[in-house]
């Protein structure tokens, strides 16, 4: 079947605990008796999660909560936590959902999603991995943004003028910004796409909101497996030891530090019609 490689690699990392997200959270203080103080170093920020609602915030590490209450960020596939995670079974976080259930949420559209966004849901899991915040789920169940907010096709609904341009949602990349895919642009291209960009809506197009653009689908699940870059518009571009690294765990919304062509390049397939003058919809009668 189409894909059947991307597949296996998609699952070996959404199924690993230790390299599933960007970064990976561990208990501080079994860092701290594995690896002593230094590991501050290492460690991105601290996180407690509330007894009430799930919910979790960020500490400093001055704060006065005791170390076995608070989880220590770190690098996806960072030694300390593949260690810390050894001895876990690898598992998706979420089952994957049916064929039956996979079905009923295209009718719901009125779309069919792409065949590998298909493979990935029903093969894969429902949703709880990927970049930024992590691929969105099908209902019923499976990972929601930002814990408590929409599942996909809630915010695909939720905006239809949105959806309506760039297509599926598939992550909240924070604050305003999500990954949508194209149901219709051969490929089905994935942008990068940011509400606040989007400062006129009566009068211009979602396309202005677009931040980046990957060339499809598969290239875009394929920089994720490998830690690349996902907002680089010229992965060839990219250095040796990024592209043949297992998984880096970089963060996948920075543009390559050696690389000042990232965004959205000339020919790209959401603003190559004419009828988008910076953003604006021209009027036919506008100079007449």
Same mark, same amino acid.
């Given at each position: 079947?189409?894909?059947?490689?991307?597949?296996?690699?998609?699952?070996?990392?959404?199924?690993?605990?230790?390299?599933?997200?960007?970064?990976?959270?561990?208990?501080?203080?079994?860092?701290?008796?594995?690896?002593?103080?230094?590991?501050?170093?290492? %460690?991105?920020?601290?996180?407690?999660?509330?007894?009430?609602?799930?919910?979790?915030?960020?500490?400093?590490?001055?704060?006065?909560?005791?170390?076995?209450?608070?989880?220590?960020?770190?690098?996806?596939?960072?030694?300390?936590?593949?260690?810390?995670?050894?001895?876990?079974?690898?598992?998706?976080?979420?089952?994957?959902?049916?064929?039956?259930?996979?079905?009923?949420?295209?009718?719901?559209?009125?779309?069919?999603?792409?065949?590998?966004?298909?493979?990935?849901?029903?093969?894969?899991?429902?949703?709880?991995?990927?970049?930024?915040?992590?691929?969105?789920?099908?209902?019923?169940?499976?990972?929601?943004?930002?814990?408590?907010?929409?599942?996909?096709?809630?915010?695909?609904?939720?905006?239809?003028?949105?959806?309506? %341009?760039?297509?599926?949602?598939?992550?909240?990349?924070?604050?305003?910004?999500?990954?949508?895919?194209?149901?219709?642009?051969?490929?089905?291209?994935?942008?990068?796409?940011?509400?606040?960009?989007?400062?006129?809506?009566?009068?211009?197009?979602?396309? %202005?909101?677009?931040?980046?653009?990957?060339?499809?689908?598969?290239?875009?699940?394929?920089?994720? %497996?490998?830690?690349?870059?996902?907002?680089?518009?010229?992965?060839?571009?990219?250095?040796?030891?990024?592209?043949?690294?297992?998984? $880096?765990?970089?963060?996948?919304?920075? $543009?390559?530090?050696?690389?000042?062509?990232?965004?959205?390049?000339?020919?790209?397939?959401?603003?190559?019609?004419?009828?988008?003058?910076?953003?604006?919809?021209?009027?036919?009668?506008?100079?007449?």
């Amino acid at each position: 079947m189409p894909h059947d490689d991307l597949i296996q690699r998609i699952r070996r990392r959404a199924w690993d605990p230790a390299r599933r997200h960007d970064l990976v959270y561990v208990p501080l203080d079994w860092l701290k008796r594995e690896y002593g103080e230094n590991i501050r170093s290492r %460690v991105h920020h601290t996180q407690q999660t509330l007894r009430e609602g799930g919910s979790t915030m960020r500490l400093s590490f001055d704060d006065p909560t005791p170390d076995h209450l608070i989880n220590a960020a770190l690098e996806a596939g960072a030694f300390e936590a593949v260690k810390y995670f050894s001895d876990v079974p690898h598992a998706p976080p979420y089952p994957p959902i049916s064929e039956t259930d996979l079905r009923a949420c295209e009718q719901r559209i009125g779309q069919e999603l792409p065949q590998l966004l298909r493979r990935v849901y029903t093969e894969v899991g429902n949703g709880g991995f990927g970049p930024s915040y992590d691929l969105l789920s099908l209902p019923s169940g499976g990972h929601r943004a930002y814990e408590a907010g929409p599942d996909a096709l809630e915010e695909y609904e939720k905006r239809p003028e949105v959806s309506s %341009v760039l297509g599926f949602p598939l992550v909240a990349a924070g604050c305003s910004m999500y990954w949508y895919v194209s149901l219709t642009l051969p490929g089905n291209p994935v942008c990068l796409w940011d509400g606040d960009a989007w400062d006129f809506p009566d009068v211009q197009s979602p396309k %202005v909101g677009i931040v980046a653009i990957c060339s499809s689908l598969a290239e875009w699940f394929d920089r994720w %497996v490998d830690g690349r870059n996902l907002e680089t518009s010229h992965p060839e571009r990219q250095d040796q030891q990024e592209r043949d690294g297992i998984v $880096s765990g970089r963060n996948l919304e920075t $543009s390559h530090p050696d690389d000042d062509s990232w965004g959205i390049p000339e020919n790209d397939p959401w603003l190559a019609a004419t009828e988008w003058e910076y953003g604006f919809e021209c009027d036919p009668t506008d100079g007449a």
